[in-house]
């Protein structure tokens, strides 16, 4: 892990260090300071650049968090929430519909391949600790886009991949009921591109768990296009895996990196707090 020292300390700048050189920055200031505003446009510049932002044992309570949200853009909505976050745990006293959604969390993904304009990013902090695992694992698919060889970039850049949500299911249920998977395959299915050329002239890579076949590619040509590049996203030099304290936020950009949920106790209560950005750029 390098640190780099912090770009500044006043409190009209960012102050951050590098986590790892591509991926991850810490942000080190002040409640106070994050909650004026002022730093919005830059910690938003900062994201797109680093892909995770930690701002470690930040303590923001539910309404802080929706505030510092919306210091950074558009603030998106929770389904299923009355206070304006989402409650991510398995304790279904808390949250009574998160148990299954949560299921697919542990696999490398990024949010909404389902939906025309992804989210941009999503925030959340911890409230209390799994008694063991509960890591959350980042990957930055601009980096790993970047870094590839040239003549991969030629043979990827073009391809069109098939995303679904009902082939999810095989990787924590191998064999779903006949209900189960046709209420799963109602969700319907997206064709994405492979590589995602944004408005800011970068590109990543579009794989994760919904990516499940390259059209136009013989079947295991097309299973080892996507393991390949999920291998290759999520190693070392591209990846960060945060372990959690309370009090600590975690943000990241939705449209240039992977996530997934490490493995945890199943009874510890462990609860984060989410809360997102609404996404401007439709996959393209
Ligand atoms: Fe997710």
Redesign the pocket.
């Known amino acids: 892990m390098s640190a780099a020292p912090a770009s500044s300390t006043s409190p009209s700048r960012v102050a951050q260090e590098q986590i790892k050189p591509l991926i991850g920055s810490r942000v080190l200031n002040s409640k106070k300071e994050l909650l004026n505003g002022q730093l919005g446009n830059e910690i938003r510049e900062l994201l797109q650049q680093r892909g995770v932002l930690v701002f470690p044992e930040i303590n923001f309570s539910d309404e802080e968090q929706i505030a510092f949200t919306r210091t950074l853009g558009e603030f998106e909505a929770e389904r299923n929430s009355n206070d304006g976050v989402f409650k991510v745990t398995l304790d279904t006293k808390e949250n009574p519909h998160s148990a299954e959604y949560l299921k697919g ?1 542990l696999f490398w ?3 909404g391949t389902m939906n025309d304009v992804p989210i941009l990013a ?1 925030l959340l902090s911890s409230k209390k600790l799994p008694s063991w695992g509960g890591n959350t694992g980042f990957c930055s698919t601009y980096a790993a886009w970047e870094h590839l060889p040239e003549e991969q970039k030629a043979e990827l850049d073009g391809l069109r991949v098939m995303h679904s949500v009902w082939a999810t299911v095989f990787y924590y249920e191998p064999e779903p009921s006949l209900a189960k998977l046709k209420g799963m395959q109602a969700i319907g299915e997206r064709e994405l591109p492979l590589v995602w050329k944004h408005q800011n002239g970068r590109k990543s890579l579009i794989v994760g768990v919904t990516a499940h076949r390259v059209l136009g590619i013989e079947p295991p040509k097309s299973a080892e296009i996507l393991v390949r590049l999920r291998e290759w996203c999520t190693s070392e030099q591209f990846s960060y895996s945060h372990e959690w304290k309370v009090g600590d936020l975690v943000m990241w950009d939705n449209t240039g990196t992977l ?2 949920a490490e493995a945890y106790d199943a009874n510890s209560g462990r609860l984060l707090v989410r809360t997102k950005l609404k996404g401007a750029e439709p996959f393209a």
Do not use: G, M, P, V
Request: glycine letters at 0%; zero cysteines.
């Open positions: 969390s993904h990024l949010d999503s996530h997934r």
